[in-house]
């Protein structure tokens, strides 16, 4: 399985943009799709997640009320509509997908897309 982030960029604060996430195949015993993010210099943090069943959504404090994660299970793809962006929001996302098939978890991850908030 593949997970491959799009549309990230450089945008200037108060903008919007939206982050794309499409797996390569479906997911069998996907659990849960999430975005994260790894600011320069720190560590790899939650933005939101959310959950195959209910769609039940969390997200950081930081980016709520600005910050929106959906799926499109017929496009096999994940987002984030980020919008009201601030400087502090500049980092790599990455795409996660984890789950369990038969008796093993499995914990994907993409190869990150970077955004890049100018004041």
């Known amino acids: 399985v593949q997970l491959v982030e799009s549309g990230g960029g450089l945008v200037q604060a108060g903008d919007s943009l939206r982050l794309s996430c499409a797996a390569s195949?479906?997911?069998?015993?996907?659990?849960?799709m999430g975005w994260y993010r790894q600011p320069p210099g720190e560590q790899r943090e939650l933005v939101a997640t959310?959950?195959?069943?209910?769609?039940?959504?969390n997200y950081a404090d930081s980016v709520k009320g600005r910050f929106t994660i959906s799926r499109d299970r017929a496009k096999n793809t994940m987002y984030l509509q980020m919008n009201s962006l601030k400087p502090e929001d500049t980092a790599v996302y990455y795409c996660?997908?984890?789950?369990?098939?038969?008796?093993?978890?499995?914990?994907?991850w993409g190869q990150g897309t970077q955004v890049t908030v100018s004041s």
């Open positions: 195949e479906i997911i069998f015993g996907l659990k849960t």
């Open positions: 959310i959950t195959t069943g209910v769609g039940s959504t």
């Open positions: 996660n997908a984890r789950g369990r098939e038969f008796s093993a978890k499995f914990d994907y």
